[in-house]
């Protein structure tokens, strides 16, 4: 009962900037977190930044500076603005909620499907 879809990424050279969207659907009561995590060939998933229910953010030391999360409310939808990419960049971003729906109990946990970020020349 609970859709998660992301869109963006793609291709950009060092220096560009892309820009992700995440939107969840469904039987939704409300969110509680909203992050967007990402995993590098090889390397374990790691947590890129987080924003909370009352607009507070968050950041991986590697990214602060250059992403910018953000979110809307109305539309359950979240972004990551990334700027000044570089190559160590490059990895699959999941966007990830922690919410409360119909038909389930507490909070509950739901990832997106994954969208490749690639930053070469």
């Known amino acids: 009962q609970v859709q998660v879809v992301e869109s963006g990424g793609g291709l950009v050279q060092p220096g560009g900037s892309l820009r992700l969207s995440c939107a969840a659907s469904?039987?939704?009561?409300?969110?509680?977190?909203m992050d967007w995590y990402r995993q590098a060939p090889g390397k374990q998933r790691e947590l890129v930044a987080t924003i909370t229910t009352g607009g507070n953010t968050n950041y991986a030391d590697s990214v602060k500076g250059r992403f910018t999360i953000s979110r809307d409310n109305a539309k359950n939808t979240m972004y990551l603005q990334m700027n000044s990419l570089k190559p160590e960049d490059t990895a699959v971003y999941y966007c990830?909620?922690?919410?409360?729906?119909?038909?389930?109990?507490?909070?509950?946990?739901?990832w997106g499907q994954g969208t490749q970020v690639t930053v070469s020349s």
């Open positions: 990830h909620f922690g919410l409360r729906a119909r038909f389930f109990t507490g909070i509950s946990y739901f």
């Open positions: 469904g039987s939704i009561l409300s969110i509680n977190e």
